[in-house]
């Protein structure tokens, strides 16, 4: 059973910050498998399907962003801790969604993108930007 926790969500103005922790427990989801895991983040908007948002690989070398979080949103992990850190900052009202962390347990250099290659998910937590 593995169990991705997010926490950190709320509502903002626009301009404003917030910073999503995601943590994965699990007694099939051990320290060793979180440290050989990509991690990414999502988001579902109202009426709009789940879109990719970053992702980072297993050793947090490789970080892949969407284009329209490019220079805002910051990923970081540890290990040690089986969590995933998503800084977000002059967030903008079309950043209103929920946030849903997603784990792949796959060794690989360059994080996917892909909703579909991740292995397990997060219930989401809501964010809510405001104009």
């Known amino acids: 059973q593995v169990q991705l926790v997010e926490s950190g969500g709320g509502s903002v103005q626009a301009g404003g910050s917030l910073r999503l922790s995601c943590v994965a427990s699990g007694r099939t989801f051990s320290t060793y498998t979180f440290s050989n895991s990509a991690m990414g983040w999502f988001r579902q908007a109202p009426g709009k399907e789940r879109e990719f948002v970053v992702s980072i690989n297993y050793s947090g070398d490789n970080i892949r962003l969407a284009n329209s979080v490019k220079g805002r949103f910051t990923i970081s992990r540890d290990n040690a801790k089986n969590t995933v850190n998503l800084l977000m900052k002059n967030l903008k009202p079309e950043d209103t969604a929920v946030y849903y962390c997603?784990?792949?347990?796959?060794?690989?250099?360059?994080?996917?993108?892909?909703?579909?290659?991740?292995?397990?998910w997060g219930q989401g937590t809501q964010v809510t930007v405001s104009s």
């Open positions: 997603a784990a792949a347990v796959k060794r690989t250099p360059i994080p996917s993108m892909t909703a579909g290659e991740y292995d397990y």
